[in-house]
């Protein structure tokens, strides 16, 4: 494995501080710089912020980011870099630290001087995250002293900088307290997604150690990642627990005109493909020029081992479809300039990088595969069974397609009870295990806006199957007809017939089996659904309560404990084990009713972490899937 490249050669000083514009806007539209002031715009104040020490790390000066959640939620960012320059910005005649936190755009990231890569999708940095905070503090490790500066009220400084003791270290440290007057949705971290986040940086940077300690509860929860082996070890912890094709991981690296480019990929006997690409740590989930150069490279070079070895006809060829069934893989790009484009910008638009990956992955895969024959071999044999269930595949395909609108209603599965509204975006459908919950749901909903389509028991488990067989499926293809978007690559959303797809099924086991199957089909065959909200799930009551003529309705045990001390005596509890033992005007009231109902959107923060955890709950290897109940059981919510 070739060393990571470093990007060494300017100074970090406060000239190398470019002043862009002032601050005044951000707490006035904060979306407009952290994309929203939800719990995502929370976290992203964190990245801001570990961001830059990613950098220092990157520019070759820093080894060690520890992340804190401290008591009351404020976090804590230490790194042992170079520390923030201390010295006297010419422009705006405050220290450098200062001029960092308290001016927009003001760093060492736009001159090409103190960083030739870095990251963060917006580069809004560290004075957005003071803008939006109750209070920050900064230290700085420099030149045997430590020095301090204090920001309250949404980055307004209460001292100049000073110098507050000595010490033999280096770096930074950033202490802030998000402003509850900003994010008042939630001011609480989840420490599931820092730590998923995490995780992945110190995949993509196998030189710097990352720790997050959260001291919230009465215990430290602490995680340290150090992955040595980069995204080799990212690959094996994707591909945890399935059946492998080829070992070991494949990787490949290469630097060519000022950009690296490196690529680790394995084969599992699974039939989904698992791509994930990268450009200075972000996730480009719409891919790019990147993916694309990896893709035709991928595809020309076992197609090319193929023939020269008399696997394939004279006229045969294997497609970009058939190579990536089962694959895993892994693209990260270091890129002076990245250039952003899609609806997300996160789609990497620089045309350059898809000759340089393309050569880079041609070169070094087609030496490794006449190195590893049998490995080739296997890699070719799986393409080839993919081609044929391809092939098979288009038929049972073209008939879930959504019939042209000449063909009018009849289209529609015939078990669906549609809504009489043709406005989507009024329009629910509500995924309803079994006939008599159907049922009940049928005459208790609202005709004009809502649809029912029952399920006959469990939906095939598209993690177990070809894709010619989960198309011959006759609930799937009810569902994919009844939502009316298409799928995978061509899901329109112009098309989705309801903008709320509601998965309701029975509080219990089963039930939730058959969610998570649900969810698997859609994240798999459906993603920009899961992606733009449309989908939720139904939060049917645990408890009816009852005491004369007042009825309550409890959905979690705790509020049930509540309505043991409301009631007091003398009432009576009923435990629903099912949908079906609720008449229609209970179903209604309690689950379907807009004005009363709980929903729970569904949402992919980390499509990744989504794809593992499907991957693991779904797949065959039951020690992972052990493990995950075992570590998760004290933190999950299993009232959700």
């Not at 394939?312 to 089962?326: F, P, T």
């Not at 909903?445 to 598209?462: C, E, F």
């Not at 649900?518 to 992606?531: A, D, G, I, N, Q």
């Not at 209604?588 to 989504?610: F, G, H, Q, S, Y």
Request: a negative charge.
């Amino acid at each position: 494995m070739e060393n990571q490249a470093t990007f060494v050669d300017h100074s970090y000083t406060a000239d190398d501080i470019q002043v862009l514009e002032g601050l005044e806007a951000v707490r006035l539209r904060p979306g407009m710089y952290i994309g929203s002031t939800s719990s995502r715009g929370l976290h992203h104040l964190v990245w801001e912020i570990v961001d830059n020490g990613i950098d220092e790390a990157l520019a070759g000066f820093a080894n060690q980011i520890d992340v804190t959640i401290e008591k009351d939620n404020v976090i804590s960012v230490r790194d042992n870099g170079r520390g923030m320059p201390v010295g006297i910005h010419e422009k705006t005649g405050l220290s450098a630290v200062e001029t960092i936190m308290t001016v927009l755009h003001a760093g060492g990231k736009f001159g090409g001087g103190a960083y030739k890569v870095s990251g963060g999708l917006h580069g809004v940095g560290a004075s957005v995250v003071n803008a939006l905070s109750e209070w920050m503090e900064v230290k700085i490790f420099q030149d045997g002293k430590i020095y301090m500066i204090r920001f309250e009220n949404g980055g307004h400084t209460v001292a100049p900088l000073k110098v507050i003791g000595e010490t033999n270290e280096t770096g930074s440290l950033v202490r802030f307290k998000a402003d509850p007057q900003i994010f008042k949705e939630t001011t609480t971290y989840d420490y599931e997604i820092l730590n998923t986040r995490l995780r992945q940086l110190a995949f993509l940077n196998r030189d710097i150690r990352l720790t997050l300690r959260d001291e919230r509860g009465e215990t430290p929860r602490v995680n340290e990642y150090h992955y040595k082996g980069g995204i080799i070890e990212y690959v094996e912890y994707l591909n945890k627990g399935k059946q492998l094709i080829s070992e070991p991981v494949i990787y490949v690296d290469g630097l060519q005109d000022g950009i690296f480019a490196e690529v680790a990929l394995q084969y599992n006997d699974g039939y989904q493909a698992n791509i994930y690409s990268f450009c200075n740590n972000i996730n480009t989930h719409e891919g790019g020029f990147h993916e694309e150069g990896f893709r035709l490279a991928l595809t020309r070079i076992i197609n090319k081992y193929a023939k020269d070895n008399n696997m394939l006809k004279k006229d045969e060829s294997l497609s970009q479809e058939d190579v990536k069934e089962g694959l895993v893989a892994i693209i990260s790009i270091k890129h002076p300039d990245p250039q952003y484009e899609g609806q997300t910008k996160t789609k990497l638009g620089n045309s350059e990088v898809r000759k340089i990956v393309s050569n880079i992955v041609g070169d070094k895969m087609h030496r490794f595969f006449l190195e590893n024959p049998s490995v080739a071999k296997a890699i070719v044999d799986k393409a080839m069974v993919a081609s044929k269930a391809r092939i098979a595949a288009k038929k049972a395909r073209e008939l879930t397609r959504r019939k042209s609108a000449l063909d009018g209603i009849t289209s529609l599965p015939g078990k669906l009870t549609d809504c009489s509204s043709k406005d989507a975006s009024e329009c629910e459908i509500y995924i309803v295990e079994g006939n008599s919950a159907g049922g009940s749901a049928k005459q208790g909903r609202d005709a004009k806006t809502q649809a029912i389509l029952p399920l006959r028991g469990k939906i095939l488990n598209v993690e177990k199957a070809r894709t010619n067989r989960i198309f011959e499926n006759a609930e799937i293809r009810s569902m994919i007809t009844a939502f009316g978007c298409g799928i995978q690559d061509d899901v329109d959303l112009s098309k989705l017939r309801y903008h709320k797809i509601i998965i309701m099924t029975d509080a219990d086991v089963d039930g939730s089996h058959i969610s998570t199957l649900m969810l698997t089909f859609l994240y798999r065959f459906m993603k920009p659904v899961v992606e733009g909200g449309y989908v939720y799930l139904a939060q049917p009551p645990l408890y009816k309560v009852q005491k004369g003529k007042k009825v309550a309705y409890a959905y979690k045990e705790q509020e049930m404990d509540q309505l043991r001390d409301e009631f007091k005596e003398g009432y009576k509890v009923q435990r629903y084990k099912g949908l079906g033992e609720m008449d229609a005007e209970q179903l209604w009231e309690t689950t379907m009713d807009p004005a009363n109902r709980i929903l729970k959107r569904v949402t992919i923060e980390d499509a990744m972490e989504a794809d593992a955890v499907f991957d693991m709950l779904m797949g065959e290897d039951v020690d992972p899937r052990r493990e995950f109940i075992q570590e998760n059981a004290t933190y999950a919510n299993l009232d959700l």
